[in-house]
């Protein structure tokens, strides 16, 4: 092999690197902003949060299967709730820096109808998963999803989990209000939620 061609080959793995390294650096997955051509519906504001107009929504899927501790779980079990639904791995540190906001704002919000839902994704086994949980003190169900299944449900086009760690929110009529991809604060989880959640 001549020198010219490995110096190419260390230039290209090199420019690979650089940009695995960068999308690390922005969130764990990859993804865009956008959910796909045409017209989606949704607007993404300044803090990065998309949402949708209430009668421009399109149905979330259902996502149901095994949880992580090996329970049954259907996320058509909470129509008439809003839905939070969030996408991690324990791998992920943005999912580890928004563990503890998630739980506290669940725990502010689940006796006022709304209810969380994890999706555990590309963990190769529960313990990792269950030690997360157990380290952040996360008390809501997560769906165990080692290959990324559930994520797929969602149409492209749509505000589906492009990113992980991704949040969804899920109005009270099972379609998609609003989401994040990216880690969130509490005030900015709470900003997500309260518009949803006094939509009669």
């Known amino acids: 092999m001549s020198a010219p061609t490995r110096s190419g080959r260390r230039a290209v793995l090199l420019t690979a690197t650089v940009a ?15 959910g796909g051509g045409g017209d989606t519906g949704f607007i993404t504001g ?25 329970k049954q779980l259907s996320t058509a079990d909470y129509k008439g709730k809003v839905l939070v639904v969030n996408v991690w791995g324990s791998w992920c540190s943005p999912c580890r820096a928004e ?50 299944k559930q994520m797929l449900r969602f149409e492209k086009g749509t505000l589906n989990p492009q990113l992980i760690p991704s949040t969804l929110v899920i ?25 949803v959640l006094a939509e009669k």
Do not use: H, W
Request: proline share 3%.
């Open 99 to 148: 563990a503890e906001n998630l739980q506290k704002v669940y725990e502010q919000y689940q006796d006022k109808g709304v209810e969380f839902v994890g999706i555990n994704t590309r963990d190769t086994n529960t313990t990792s998963a269950i030690n997360f949980e157990k380290e952040f003190g996360v008390t809501y169900p997560s769906l165990y999803d080692p290959t990324g």
């Open 20 to 34: 695995t390294a960068a999308l690390a650096l922005s969130a764990c997955g990859s993804g865009g902003a956008e």
């Open 171 to 195: 109005d009270k009529d099972g379609k998609i209000a609003a989401r994040a991809l990216q880690a969130l604060g509490e005030d900015t989880l709470r900003g997500m939620i309260k518009p």
């Open 46 to 70: 300044k803090n990065g949060i998309a949402t949708v107009e209430k009668d421009k929504r399109t149905d979330a899927p259902v996502l149901s299967g095994k949880t992580i501790d090996g």
